[in-house]
Nanobody, 129 residues
Framework: QVQLVESGGGLVQAGGSLRLSCAASGRTIMSYTMAWFRQAPTQEREFVGAISWSSWSGGSTYYADSVKGRFTISRDNAKNTVYLQMNSLRPEDTALYYC???????????????????WGQGTQVTVSS
């Protein structure tokens, strides 16, 4: 079992930045594809971005078009932690942000949402205009 705990959310003005952390415990997540999702009130859960891992390439990152160029996912395998750096925040980025882990990613680290077996409780991000 893997436990995921997100932190770093809060209230920020539009144009500001936040850095979310996702600390994993129970098992090493080094080979997992890790992702961030978000969900705003009355909306569906939305993919934000993911980071895979490869011992020979270091892995790859993938982003939703809505955050590309503003958000950056990184991982520190020594700390069993994944990060989401969010810059140039907009009011429409307001949501509950979740970290998720996919233990058995497919080629190039891709993982369908149904195969993210572990989820955190979420951390709230609120961006004021």
């Amino acid at each position: 079992q893997v436990q995921l705990v997100e932190s770093g959310g809060g209230l920020v003005q539009a144009g500001g930045s936040l850095r979310l952390s996702c600390a994993a415990s129970g098992r090493t997540i080094m080979s997992y594809t890790m992702a961030w999702f978000r969900q705003a009130p009355t909306q569906e859960r939305e993919f934000v971005g993911a980071i895979s891992w490869s011992s020979w390439s270091g892995g790859s990152t993938y982003y939703a078009d809505s955050v590309k160029g503003r958000f950056t996912i990184s991982r520190d395998n020594a700390k069993n932690t994944v990060y989401l750096q969010m810059n140039s925040l907009r009011p429409e980025d307001t949501a509950l942000y979740y970290c998720a882990a996919c233990p058995h990613p497919r080629g190039l680290g891709y993982c369908p949402i149904s195969e993210y077996n572990y989820w955190g409780q979420g951390t709230q991000v609120t961006v004021s205009s």
